[in-house]
């Protein structure tokens, strides 16, 4: 089959690589009709994750037809309609049994270098480098997908591929930050990025009861759409002083819930040793510029809730923890528990509450798929979101 490989920074390529098999009873094994291009996939292809090796299969956005099933999956069939969460997790250890599927115990098998990074390993991702256990990826014409009674939804009604897709991850991402943000009835909810994962949680904390929702990026389409679609208020970091502006729209107080959805901005690395340099320079590079992180500690009102959605790997220095502490904030982050939330925002969606695709730019066939990367992360030619259709 056709699959979308890293080769190292900022090169990936479309190769043929071998069709994926059943390797344990509990496997499906789906043809792809539609996959997402994620942030999350950007700090693989800017070379920030370790443990990437020539040839692994990026991708943790897919959909398709299930087309093979192990002898002890249940819940499918051949011919069923699927989206896939991008967390993998087995449904029985002590933390899928409390929801918490990002935490799975049994799923990461490269655990060991996630522990040296993160402290515990999280579950397996597809698509992220041997850290998260070297699950082949998305973006290609096949993918298997392990524990498919756990994972998996079936789409039992006609709905186009790009209103469901987006439960893989960005829907659920954006609710879970904005369920983390813990709003309240009328809250002020600043947001800083408005990609894909910020459109989501834009949406999300407005059906959680926002009483007003600031969102902060400096790519003006993106700021318009958080406007237009998200009918947030928006602040352009490249003009507006940020802190200032968001503490004269609340009174000198600051925003109750503050979501950080940017995440790590480092570039560059190779070893494990090599992403912690850079994860300590990050701060350092950036220092001449706004930090999301810095800026949403120093912004959040006292006792709100800080939700950092927004990946970071390895160290990250210069944080104002004293601000945490002196504000009494509380601080909620991590990989979504994405089961968690299929059934339920499917009914959203079924329900007409929200139809996620407004967030799509740019449709493609797998081919194109390096150039697309490209624009993704330079932001270039209006991309937000990238739906690659095998
Ligand atoms: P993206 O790169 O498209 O969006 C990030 C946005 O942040 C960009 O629009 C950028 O201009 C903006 N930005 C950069 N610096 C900023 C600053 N200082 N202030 C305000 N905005 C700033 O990525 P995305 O797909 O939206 O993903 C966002 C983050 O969420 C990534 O770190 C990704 O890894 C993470 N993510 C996490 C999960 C999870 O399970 N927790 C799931 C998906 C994605
Ligand atoms: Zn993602």
């Known amino acids: 089959m056709k699959a979308l490989c890293w080769h190292g920074k900022s090169d990936v390529r479309v190769d043929t690589v071998s069709d994926p098999e059943i390797l344990d009873p509990r496997d499906i094994i789906i043809r792809i009709t539609a996959t997402g291009i994620c942030g999350s996939d950007l700090h693989l292809y800017d070379g920030v994750t370790p443990t990437m090796e020539a040839g692994d299969i990026i991708g943790h956005e897919p959909m398709g037809i299930v087309v093979e099933t192990g002898r002890d999956v249940r819940k499918f069939k051949k011919g069923d309609r699927v989206v896939v969460?991008?967390?993998?997790?087995?449904?029985?250890?002590?933390?899928?049994?409390?929801?918490?599927?990002?935490?799975?115990?049994?799923?990461?098998?490269?655990?060991?270098?996630?522990?040296?990074?993160?402290?515990?390993?999280?579950?397996?991702?597809?698509?992220?480098?041997?850290?998260?256990?070297?699950?082949?990826?998305?973006?290609?014409?096949?993918?298997?997908?392990?524990?498919?009674?756990?994972?998996?939804?079936?789409?039992?009604?006609?709905?186009?591929?790009?209103?469901?897709?987006?439960?893989?991850?960005?829907?659920?991402?954006?609710?879970?930050?904005?369920?983390?943000?813990?709003?309240?009835?009328?809250?002020?909810?600043?947001?800083?990025?408005?990609?894909?994962?910020?459109?989501?949680?834009?949406?999300?904390?407005?059906?959680?009861?926002?009483?007003?929702?600031?969102?902060?990026?400096?790519?003006?389409?993106?700021?318009?759409?958080?406007?237009?679609?998200?009918?947030?208020?928006?602040?352009?970091?490249?003009?507006?002083?940020?802190?200032?502006?968001?503490?004269?729209?609340?009174?000198?107080?600051?925003?109750?819930?503050?979501?950080?959805?940017?995440?790590?901005?480092?570039?560059?690395?190779?070893?494990?040793?090599?992403?912690?340099?850079?994860?300590?320079?990050?701060?350092?590079l950036t220092m001449d510029r706004p930090h999301a992180l810095r800026q949403a500690i120093m912004a959040c009102r006292k006792a709100g809730t800080l939700s950092i959605p927004g990946v970071y790997i390895g160290l990250l220095d210069k944080v104002p923890f004293g601000a945490i502490v002196g504000k009494g904030l509380t601080v909620k982050s991590g990989q979504t528990h994405v089961q968690r939330y299929l059934a339920p925002l499917l009914n959203k969606i079924e329900a007409g509450e929200i139809d996620p695709s407004f967030v799509v730019t740019h449709r493609i066939p797998l081919e194109h798929a390096p150039a697309a990367y490209e624009k993704f992360r330079d932001k270039t030619d209006g991309c937000i979101k990238v739906v690659i259709k095998p």
């Open 85 to 284: 969460p991008f967390v993998i997790a087995c449904g029985s250890c002590y933390f899928c049994e409390k929801t918490l599927f990002s935490c799975c115990d049994t799923t990461n098998p490269g655990a060991d270098l996630a522990k040296a990074a993160m402290g515990q390993a999280p579950a397996g991702l597809f698509g992220y480098s041997g850290m998260m256990g070297r699950y082949p990826g998305g973006q290609a014409e096949y993918l298997r997908v392990p524990h498919a009674d756990v994972g998996p939804i079936k789409i039992e009604s006609d709905l186009s591929d790009e209103k469901v897709l987006f439960l893989s991850d960005i829907f659920p991402t954006g609710y879970m930050a904005a369920e983390n943000a813990g709003i309240e009835p009328g809250d002020t909810v600043a947001i800083w990025g408005c990609g894909p994962v910020g459109q989501f949680a834009i949406q999300c904390s407005w059906m959680l009861g926002a009483g007003r929702v600031i969102a902060i990026d400096r790519v003006p389409e993106r700021l318009e759409m958080a406007r237009v679609h998200g009918k947030a208020e928006i602040l352009n970091f490249d003009n507006d002083p940020i802190h200032e502006r968001l503490m004269e729209m609340t009174g000198g107080r600051g925003p109750d819930r503050c979501i950080d959805a940017v995440g790590a901005e480092a570039h560059g690395a190779g070893s494990l040793d090599a992403v912690i340099d850079r994860a300590k320079q990050a701060v350092g």
